[in-house]
Every structure is written in C-alpha cells, then in structure tokens.
C-alpha cells in the first residue's frame, strides 16, 4: 500500500496488523513476484508514527519450510524489528505453515509450490521461536501459532 494511505489510517487504527515474510529482497521477489523495500519502508514510517497514535503493533511472520524458515531470515527479521519497533511491538506471530489451502489452489486451476509440504516441525518451531526471541527483552510477547506435526 502507498504510505499515503497507510499514514491517513493510522490515527483510525486500534491495532496495525504486519506480515514481514523475507528480509531478503531477492527471496521476497521470488516467493511473491514483488520487492519488500516499500514493505519495509512503510514499517519503519509506520512504527516512529505509533507512540504518537497509540495504536498497538503485532507483526506476523509466515513460517514456510524452505522459503521462510531459515534461522537467518528469523534473525533479520528480529533485529529489524528490535530496531524499528523495539518496545511498540506488543506481540509478534511466527505462523506455522499449514496446507489447508491447497484444495482452493485445486478448484482454481492453480499449480502451489507447497502443495506437498508437510506441517512444520514443532521442535523446528521452538526453534525459530527461540532465536526471535532472544533480540527482545520481553520475549513473552513472541510465540508461534498453528498446528504442528511431533516428528
């Protein structure tokens, strides 16, 4: 979205919802055919904009086997937002991927690159978990979500 609009919202916004998938441009242009800079950029306006609104910020990270669950993406990703967002993020998300969309893909004729994937790990996930939260001094506001496979 154009920061214009982004800007004009803020002041209306009880909650700022953020997907930070890759914080490497080339992956992020890969995986969704566009580049993360105005992602980024709009982050960084948005957050030094927060304190002034008082709207509360939660982040969401999609965690995706093979595209997004390096350690290294989860570490850029945390020391991007412990820089741009430090105490304003209330609560970041690193969401499990999960294949329930596949049968949308299916009816829509479409080819999904992870329509064989499997569920994450949940050990892999308290894995990333782990490293997120060490660039936080309230890691508690970090945690993932969904479901996850044992083994």
């Not at 919202?9 to 242009?29: G, R, S």
């Not at 086997?65 to 993020?89: M, V, W, Y």
Request: overall charge negative; glycine content about 2%.
């Amino acid at each position: 979205v154009a920061w214009s609009a982004l800007e004009e919202a803020l002041p209306y916004t009880d909650i700022l919802l953020y997907d930070i998938k890759l914080m490497d441009e080339a992956a992020h242009i890969k995986y969704t055919a566009q580049s993360n800079a105005p992602i980024l950029e709009n982050f960084v306006r948005a957050a030094a904009l927060l304190p002034q609104t008082g709207t509360r910020l939660w982040v969401r990270t999609p965690i995706i086997p093979g595209a997004t669950d390096s350690d290294n993406n989860i570490r850029d990703i945390a020391q991007f937002l412990a820089k741009h967002a430090g105490e304003a993020l209330e609560r970041w998300e690193l969401c499990a991927f999960n294949n329930l969309c596949r049968d949308k893909y299916l009816r829509l004729q479409q080819n999904w690159e992870f329509k064989d994937t499997a569920l994450m790990n949940h050990e892999r996930m308290q894995e990333l978990l782990a490293i997120a939260q060490e660039y936080f001094p309230c890691p508690e506001r970090i945690s993932f979500t969904g479901a996850t496979k044992a083994k």
